[in-house]
């Protein structure tokens, strides 16, 4: 990755490469959590109003999916739907399904898959989410796009801001749960 301008002493990293870096490091960091966990430990709860490792590696990766397809890039499928990843979850198509709103019930009564499923889909959804930002240009983080939480729309620049920090609270839970079910070490 290329770093840009020497402003002052300062290198100012344009918004792409600076939501990539932080992106990439959360990435690395779960990928270090989730190595050595089985599909039994990716399930765990803590407690009945915790989410498992699983289920937050999920989550996160259908943000991202959504965030990409749904948020930027107004009329392209969803890689959940598009590539079939609903049916290998076993759940529906609706494009709105990210876990976001579920009680502590159905958090509990989901069957996670393999975790060969849920890292394919990380995996897939990271290619994707890479390719896609480091192609957008200045102008295409100016282009306003429909935010429900925003007032109405706001500047992809923005957006992608809301991504990365969901995608880092959730990877650093997935660390944090890797360290409580595994012990010190998670991130070495």
Same mark, same amino acid.
Do not use: C
């Given at each position: ?14 918004? !792409?490469? !600076? ?78 399904? !990210? ?90």
């Amino acid at each position: 990755m290329a770093y840009g301008n020497l402003i002052y002493g300062v290198i100012i990293m344009p918004a !792409t490469e !600076t939501a990539l870096s932080a992106l990439e490091r959360n990435w690395g960091m779960v990928d270090k959590a989730l190595d050595g966990v089985d599909d039994d430990a990716l399930g765990i709860q803590p407690n009945d109003q915790s989410n498992s490792m699983g289920w937050l590696l999920w989550h996160m990766s259908r943000v991202v999916d959504r965030f990409i397809h749904a948020r930027f890039q107004q009329d392209a499928p969803q890689m959940w739907i598009k590539d079939g990843w609903h049916e290998k979850f076993g759940l529906d198509a609706d494009p709105n399904t !990210t876990g976001m709103g579920w009680s502590a019930e159905q958090v509990a009564a989901w069957k996670l898959p393999a975790k060969h499923v849920l890292v394919e889909y990380y995996e897939a959804v990271k290619t994707t989410a890479r390719d896609y930002i480091s192609a957008l240009s200045e102008s295409d983080l100016e282009r306003q796009v429909p935010f429900p939480t925003l007032p109405d729309t706001a500047p992809i620049r923005t957006v992608l801001g809301v991504l990365v920090y969901d995608n880092i609270v959730h990877g650093g839970q997935i660390a944090y749960l890797k360290g409580y079910h595994k012990g010190m070490g998670w991130f070495f």
